[in-house]
Nanobody, 128 residues
């Protein structure tokens, strides 16, 4: 079992930055991938970026990679996303997630059903 807790969300004006944090605890050795996802009301959940725990390779959503960057600490129990130049359309609940199986395609690495463990989410609201 893995527990994930996000923090760092809030309300900001367009053009500002936020850094979200996720801490993982429990059976963290079972994690193959960690990722950030977001979901706006009435919209499907989408992947922001994912990282392979074992290789450290990052798999970004190409539509966001110029503004959003993920990183891990050396313990591989903390996951961050630096979000710059925020836009109103970035408004969503942001979730940290972990997968316990290998993910073998770029599509799978950003596909929410492949992730077993989820945090409670942290709200990001961007005003114009």
């Amino acid at each position: 079992q893995v527990q994930l807790v996000e923090s760092g969300g809030g309300s900001v004006q367009a053009g500002r930055s936020l850094r979200l944090s996720c801490v993982a605890s429990g059976d963290t050795n079972s994690m193959y991938y960690m990722g950030w996802f977001r979901q706006a009301p009435g919209m499907e959940r989408e992947g922001v970026a994912a990282v392979s725990i074992r290789s450290g390779k990052i798999y970004p959503n190409d539509s966001l990679k110029d503004r959003f960057t993920i990183s891990q600490d050396n313990t591989k129990t903390m996951l961050y996303v630096q979000m710059n130049s925020l836009k109103p359309e970035d408004t969503a609940m942001y979730y940290c997630a972990a997968a316990r199986t290998p993910l073998l395609s770029n599509y799978a690495r950003l596909d929410p059903p492949n992730y077993t463990y989820w945090g409670q989410g942290t709200q990001v609201t961007v005003s114009s």
